[in-house]
T-cell receptor, first 110, second 113 residues
Framework: QKEVEQNSGPLSVPEGAIASLNCTYS??????FFWYRQYSGKSPELIMF????GDKEDGRFTAQLNKASQYVSLLIRDSQPSDSATYLC??????????FGTGTSLTVIP | DAGVTQSPTHLIKTRGQQVTLRCSPI?????VSWYQQVLGQGPQFIFQ???????GRGNFPDRFSARQFPNYSSELNVNALLLGDSALYLC????????????FGPGTRLTVL
């Protein structure tokens, strides 16, 4: 079982719609969870982090964490073509190791 | 403010050689982490250093080593290069170990022939 699993997609949504990206993790004791965006040929850039159960909102982005289900999600509201990228979920586990998922490719169709 | 910087940008080596990659963190950041990213995959964690001490290690062979200097810059060394070491090597810095909001540099593209 992989430490972090994501649906690789591709995920396509029309402009203005909500994009929903999901991630599960295996280490129940993990405490820190991150979402990164990576454009082709570029390095990952941090979008959001979340440590506590529940929702965390930042502009058009909402991260959701459910530790009981070992599930993290990212919602992007009012999706824009510029949001088209690969979204990486990352988890810091109890062994102080960071694990990234393989990423979900998102395309926002104008 | 300057972001994370890495050098060199690109590097070509042959099998069996050794390589050293360099990283300078964001000013004020004391933690540096190294990742390997192969095409189509997410970054794989190699090392984390905080206050010049190793604080985390991923599942990489002993051919991979790193260190952090008093100015918090870091080097990643890879010995006895294999074809499979060809990848984008990313450095990320964070303000402190426990906080761990990491910011990535542009990466070093290593090609092993």
């Amino acid at each position: 079982q992989k430490e972090v699993e994501q649906n690789s997609g591709p995920l396509s949504v029309p402009e203005g719609a909500i994009a929903s990206l999901n991630c599960t993790y295996s280490d129940r004791g993990s405490q820190s969870f991150f979402w990164y965006r990576q454009y082709s040929g570029k390095s990952p850039e941090l979008i959001m982090f979340i440590y506590s159960n529940g929702d965390k909102e930042d502009g058009r982005f909402t991260a959701q964490l459910n530790k009981a289900s070992q599930y993290v999600s990212l919602l992007i509201r009012d999706s824009q073509p510029s949001d088209s990228a690969t979204y990486l979920c990352a988890v810091k586990n109890t062994g102080n190791q960071f694990y990234f998922g393989t990423g979900t490719s998102l395309t926002v169709i104008p | 403010d300057a972001g994370v910087t890495q050098s060199p940008t690109h590097l070509i080596k042959t099998r069996g050689q050794q390589v050293t990659l360099r990283c300078s963190p964001i000013s004020g950041h004391k933690s540096v982490s190294w990742y390997q990213q192969v095409l189509g995959q997410g970054p794989q964690f190699i090392f984390q250093y905080y206050e010049k001490e190793e604080r985390g290690r991923g599942n990489f062979p002993d051919r991979f080593s790193a260190r952090q200097f008093p100015n918090y810059s870091s080097e990643l060394n890879v010995n006895a290069l294999l074809l499979g070491d060809s990848a984008l090597y990313l450095c990320a810095s964070s303000l402190s170990g426990p906080l761990n909001e990491q910011f990535f540099g542009p990466g070093t593209r290593l090609t092993v022939l």
